[in-house]
């Protein structure tokens, strides 16, 4: 697991995810689900390099910082988020905030079966009244992740198991919304390559070095220059 979590560093590392384009078009989704204002007070578990609520937190001038938590520290996180490298049950523990939208964006699956169900119920109780809970996960049908076989097999016993956890998440909240995040990627056969080898994502953590060139050369052989695919994301939407 912990191999897992050292290789995303490179997760939104000057990919498509850390692009002006998709940060703009997360963010005018998210803010569809919940409006905010300067008052806001904002939580990101698993933020990365805290980019998606620093753009935020820029755009409608919070009074307060967002906060970001993450195991990992990056030296370029975003410096309108107040980042806290902390456990999130730690952090609850002590907390006295309760906020107006907690975000969860690709990082349930981390947890086991009995933290996320604790994360989730905690994460509840720690809401204002009309203040929202936003999971988003990798879509579990019809993914359009471009891959070499090795890695479309293990993205999908990754989705079978994240199908399961979406649906305890939602058994969990009972009053919920489903809608989905579509961002539209173009990117060089080359520039998906690089992300390829610095193992963008979980799937590839596992795989050892062969198994990772032989699927290059596979990538090089079936894909155009310019790879188009959606990246689809599942949103489940909690109101308090
Ligand atoms: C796939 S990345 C998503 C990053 C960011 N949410 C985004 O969508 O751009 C998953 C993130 O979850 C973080 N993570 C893993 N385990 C975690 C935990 N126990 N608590 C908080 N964050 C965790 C990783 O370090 C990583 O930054």
């Not at 998709?22 to 990365?48: A, P, R, V």
């Not at 937190?57 to 520290?73: E, Q």
């Not at 909240?173 to 992300?195: E, R």
């Amino acid at each position: 697991m912990k191999n897992k979590i050292r290789n995303l560093k490179n997760w939104d590392n000057k990919t498509w995810l850390s692009s002006l384009a998709y940060i703009n078009s997360f963010n005018t989704f998210l803010l569809k689900k919940k409006k905010l204002n300067q008052n806001s007070q904002i939580l990101d578990i698993g933020c990365g390099r805290g980019k998606i609520f620093g753009s935020i937190s820029r755009k409608i001038k919070l009074i307060n910082k967002p906060i970001g938590i993450d195991p990992i520290v990056h030296k370029d996180v975003d410096k309108s988020i107040d980042f806290r490298n902390e456990d999130i049950f730690k952090f609850f523990k002590t907390n006295q905030i309760k906020f107006d939208l907690i975000m969860i964006k690709q990082t349930l699956h981390f947890f086991n079966k009995d933290k996320r169900s604790k994360l989730i119920k905690v994460c509840k109780n720690n809401l204002k009244k009309n203040g929202v809970l936003i999971i988003l996960s990798l879509n579990t049908l019809n993914n359009e992740i471009p891959c070499f076989k090795v890695m479309k097999q293990k993205l999908n016993k990754g989705l079978k198991r994240d199908s399961i956890m979406i649906k305890s998440t939602c058994k969990i909240l009972k009053n919920y919304n489903i809608d989905k995040f579509i961002f539209k990627v173009s990117i060089t056969k080359n520039k998906y390559i690089q992300m390829l080898r610095q193992r963008y994502i979980s799937c590839l953590s596992n795989i050892n070095k062969n198994q990772l060139n032989k699927g290059i050369k596979e990538i090089k052989e079936i894909y155009p220059n310019k790879i188009l695919f959606n990246d689809i994301l599942i949103c489940i939407k909690y109101k308090n």
